[in-house]
């Protein structure tokens, strides 16, 4: 509690979120969008149209909020920067929905998980970011836990997939994607999560309509329409969280909590897909997981060592 300048008590601001709680929420919203798009795409609507109107829904519904908040359009340097970026962000995200026609999810989501290692030599290139060696190492560990998933057999995966197809397109995506939370961050120092994820989703909207409208159907199948709108509002969810994380915490910290999808990948595909993964995976799921934990915790000592404060009151 605090007193305002009348005397009077108020209470205490609001803490926001930590930026590993904010992203390990991200990442449960990314598998919810994986599960309902890969649900949409295994019927009659195609790759193309399930991207296109997953982005288009989710501009009505960004817009609408972006001028209920009274926000002034961003200068033509951000608009470029913003189209750039989205570029980036559309082909990942085409490629990796692909990917979810080839192959099982929890695999897919595992072989994404390159895109982690790529992020903090990435961030070290564009922003200059130093590479904490406990962070090099979590990260290198948790990509074996990967590794050892990614050989597991999954029973109920697409009969009629192509695998090498599917890892083509996921390694395609998981570049991209990396490139694209690196250049997040890098514009969430200058501009809100409001700005951020209303451009996420009008401009890659705006790159897939011409497409749509020449290679595929134009509309989803009738009877997909509720997942199509719950797919806008997790979408939005995803980098709303991940745009206020990123914003607040190096991306190299941040980056190996992404492994935690392979647990909701892989709960996801069993509840839906009666896609079974073998047992590496959760050896692999294990292994993710305690690299995350020695990320967290390095972080917080981290923290404190810099702040002059106590080791021991250890809250991450």
């Given at each position: ?160 997939g192509n695998r090498v197809y599917g ?18 961050r890098l514009r969430s120092r200058q ?94 799921a294990a292994i993710i997981i305690a ?26």
């Amino acid at each position: 509690m605090t007193r305002d300048c009348r005397g009077l008590i108020a209470p205490a601001a609001m803490r926001t979120p930590h930026p590993i709680l904010l992203v390990c929420f991200g990442v449960i919203f990314g598998c919810g969008v994986d599960a309902v798009m890969k649900a949409i795409m295994l019927g009659p609507t195609s790759v193309i149209t399930a991207t296109t109107w997953r982005y288009i829904l989710g501009a009505v519904i960004m817009i609408a909020l972006f001028m209920a908040a009274g926000r002034r359009v961003p200068t033509l340097e951000a608009i470029r920067f913003h189209t750039l970026r989205s570029l980036a962000q559309v082909i990942s995200a085409f490629f990796f929905f692909y990917s979810l026609t080839q192959i099982a999810l929890a695999e897919a989501v595992v072989l994404g998980f390159t895109a982690a290692l790529m992020i903090a030599p990435m961030a070290r290139l564009v922003l200059g970011e130093k590479m904490s060696p406990v962070t090099i190492l979590a990260s290198l560990i948790g990509f074996c836990g990967a590794a050892l998933a990614a050989t597991a057999e999954t029973t109920g995966a697409p009969a009629d997939g192509n695998r090498v197809y599917g890892v083509g397109a996921i390694l395609v995506s998981a570049v991209l994607y990396a490139l694209n939370i690196v250049l997040l961050r890098l514009r969430s120092r200058q501009e809100d999560s409001l700005t951020l994820v209303t451009f996420m989703n009008i401009l890659p909207a705006l790159f897939l309509l011409p497409f749509m409208l020449v290679f595929s159907a134009p509309l989803p199948a009738p009877d997909s329409w509720p997942l199509m709108v719950s797919v806008a509002f997790l979408g939005i969810g995803i980098w709303w969280l991940m745009t206020m994380a990123y914003g607040r915490a190096k991306a190299q910290t941040l980056a190996p909590f992404e492994y935690t999808g392979l647990i909701w990948s892989a709960i996801l595909g069993y509840v839906f897909f009666q896609e079974v993964p073998g047992w590496r995976v959760w050896a692999g799921a294990a292994i993710i997981i305690a690299a995350c934990l020695v990320v967290a915790f390095e972080t917080h000592f981290a923290a404190r060592r810099e702040a002059r404060m106590p080791a021991s009151d250890i809250v991450v």
